[in-house]
């Protein structure tokens, strides 16, 4: 493998959105935290509230992993806004792939890298900032927004087509738990 092709695989591909990572997948990577990104991988870009699927998402994660969000986006208002309803602290304005910001979060966390998960819906910012730390990296397909119809994703649709170009698979693992 390339260091490109290193840098741009993630360590799980989830076929659907963050919702179908459960507790027992979690569990199974012996993860302690998730870092997730915010638009459209918790939420639609165009949406500024928390689904209740999404509420009961987290309840349901947080009872055994902590979660930090952090985002590239700027706007305070809104970024805080999904983040108090669903009492998860934040960072906004990460420049993914920069580190920092998830770094910070690391250490707001309390964990080390390897047990906490980068999840999110880009491979060029999400996945690359997460195994540049050495994180776990989680690649969910983006949350659209319900009454929207399915959208194409153009950007993540060639960072995927790239990516495969340098030899990463991009290709869902599994759509739900492998039982040994």
Not at 63 to 90: C, F, H
Not at 153 to 158: A, T
């Amino acid at each position: 493998m390339t260091a490109w092709t290193n840098l741009l695989q993630p360590d799980l591909i989830l076929d659907g959105s963050v919702l179908n990572l459960t507790p027992d997948i979690i569990k199974q990577h012996e993860l302690k935290g998730l870092v997730l990104d915010v638009d459209d991988t918790i939420v639609p870009v165009t949406v500024s509230a928390a689904s209740p699927e999404l509420q009961q998402w987290v309840e349901k994660i947080r009872k055994d992993t902590s979660l930090y969000l952090v985002s590239n986006n700027l706007s305070e208002s809104r970024i805080s806004s999904i983040a108090n309803s669903l009492d998860i602290p934040y960072h906004l304005g990460a420049a993914k792939p920069s580190r920092r910001k998830i770094r910070s979060a690391l250490q707001s966390m309390n964990l080390p890298a390897h047990q906490v998960a980068m999840v999110g819906d880009r491979l060029f910012t999400d996945v690359i900032a997460g195994n540049r730390l050495g994180m776990f990296t989680i690649l969910v397909e983006p949350i659209v927004h319900g009454d929207m119809a399915l959208r194409s994703h153009p950007i993540r649709n060639f960072e995927v087509w790239i990516s495969e170009i340098l030899g990463a698979s991009i290709r869902p693992k599994y759509t739900k738990i492998h039982k040994d």
